[in-house]
């Protein structure tokens, strides 16, 4: 992944001044050690923050060190302010937790409170406004804080990211498509920039590379990915002029910004004016990192950078299309997985999925466009999608979303990808989510979300909602177990 941030974890402890200082750094160096036991290096800052002037000495050599996520260690119940402060003058990703005590003999006189330090430590973040990730039980021993350590380095990652992203977007949205959008005030407020530009801009740039040296590089590049799927190799010259444009507006736009990500037009008349559709361009790019969402779906390809953050893997975004004909569900599904007909669908794209994320990856062309824009022809300038059954196994669907009056929201909903043939086209997959018609009637329906949605490949709800809790996404939404009705929902169904 070439787009994403590399996160430096660092360690400080801190303590009340009327507990010894050397109760929070030995608590300390247990931690560390069980984090490099187990998951590898975590730099443990030296200075035990006490007060005000300690927390500026730990600022400055957590800084020095290049540590740009931040974890702020009770070692006993902790000082009220500095500890807070840290929150305030780190400006970056940062989480608290608190040692737990180890055993029957520290109770008689050394033991910590650290317990009681952390709803202290919460209140005073709360009263200054001040942002901190607080695990869902935030106090251990020291294998168990490792592990929460573990837990904070993707939505760490996830937050730097944000941090230092630029959304390139071409084009307005196709017509009919007003459900891709939604107001930009967000993304600065979560400080991501955005840059919109006109889909004649990159029309301009994709013919300046029309003699690029590097086209017959990149063809061989793509004829190597797609083997014996490479069925339409006359388009690859194109899709090969059309990605080093990307890649290299990615290069020369990003601007202040480390990151960027594409949100593009892609139809209908990119067709008729590119000559190709360019789902495998878009596929390549994500799985390098570079997430590029079609129909400009700014928020689309955000939810997508995203997924890629927090699991360092690609991605891919799909409409939640259509449903599984009964007679799919009775041969393939009913007696071999523990799903009802309604808790199954189908995701689908043109074929913008990651080629390591398809069954035989092979590349043709969009039928649904090649009836519209040159039906009774062979197809020409509706070639260029990547098309396969998507790979079973687990699955997290997700989205962040603003409201058209400029607030956040999100859902999560863990899963999977059924090993069912789908008998269809595109990139597309069998997926099954418990209580998924519910969660279809009471959030996307209920709750106004369009028919985009992330995902991300393995289960990572928890990472997720961490992520859009840091984000201080008020409305996150799931798949409800059925014992849990949402509101609203009607209690006679």
């Known amino acids: 992944m070439i787009n994403i941030p590399d996160v430096n974890l660092g360690i400080v402890a801190v303590s009340r001044d009327c507990f010894p200082s050397s109760m929070a750094a030995t608590r300390r160096q247990r931690v560390v050690k069980k984090y490099a036991e187990k998951y590898g290096h975590l730099y443990e800052c030296p200075v035990v923050v006490t007060n005000e002037n300690d927390m500026l000495k730990a600022i400055d050599d957590v800084h020095s060190h290049g540590v740009n996520a931040l974890v702020v260690f009770l070692g006993n119940f902790g000082p009220e302010t500095a500890e807070t402060l840290l929150a305030k003058w780190f400006n970056g990703p940062i989480m608290f937790v608190a040692a737990a005590e180890e055993n029957i003999g520290v109770l008689a006189a050394d033991r910590g409170d650290a317990y009681c330090g952390m709803l202290n430590c919460s209140y005073n973040l709360d009263l200054r406004n001040l942002k901190g990730y ?141 000559g190709f559709v360019p789902c495998y361009v878009n596929s390549r790019l994500t799985a390098m990192g570079i997430p590029v969402s079609c129909e400009v779906d700014i928020y689309g390809a955000l939810s997508e950078y995203i997924g890629t953050c927090i699991s360092d893997q690609s991605v891919t975004l799909l409409d939640i299309n259509n449903t599984v004909p009964s007679d799919l569900y009775e041969q393939e599904i009913k007696d071999n997985h523990p799903y009802r007909l309604n808790e199954t ?76 043939a789908t008998h269809s086209f595109g990139s597309i997959g069998v997926f099954a989510v418990p209580e998924m ?21 393995g289960h990572w709800g928890k990472t997720l909602f961490s992520v859009f809790q840091y984000l201080g996404v008020a409305d996150i939404a799931y798949n409800q177990p059925k014992e849990l009705p949402y509101q609203g929902e009607n209690p006679f169904n």
């Open 345 to 420: 669908f189908m995701g689908f794209h043109c074929g913008n999925t990651p080629i390591c994320r398809i069954k035989n990856g092979a590349m043709k062309y969009q039928l649904i466009m090649h009836r519209g824009l040159e039906p009774d022809k062979e197809p020409d300038i509706t070639r260029g999608t990547l098309e396969g059954d998507i790979i079973d196994g687990p699955i997290t669907l997700f989205r962040l979303q603003s409201t058209p009056d400029s607030h956040l929201k999100a859902y999560v909903a863990e899963g999977e990808v059924l090993p069912a």
């Open 437 to 457: 018609e519910r969660f279809y009637r009471n959030v996307l329906l209920a709750k106004h979300y369009p028919h985009h949605s992330a995902v991300a490949f």
């Open 134 to 274: 607080i695990p869902s039980y935030p106090v251990g021993t020291a294998d168990s804080v490792a592990q929460m350590i573990a837990e904070f380095m993707p939505i760490a990652r996830a937050v730097l990211g944000l941090k230092s992203l630029k959304v390139i977007s071409f084009g307005p949205r196709p017509q009919d498509f007003l459900a891709c959008n939604a107001p930009i005030k967000n993304l600065f407020d979560l400080g991501v920039e955005i840059e919109e530009n006109s889909e004649l801009d990159l029309l301009v740039e994709y013919h300046k590379h029309a003699d690029d040296s590097r086209i017959p590089a990149k063809i061989q590049e793509m004829t190597d990915e797609l083997g014996k799927g490479n069925l339409m190799a006359k388009i690859l010259p194109k899709l090969a002029q059309y990605e080093l444009t990307l890649m290299d507006i990615y290069e020369t736009h990003r601007g202040s910004c480390r990151y960027a990500i594409f949100a593009n037009k892609c139809w209908p008349a990119f067709q008729t004016e590119f």
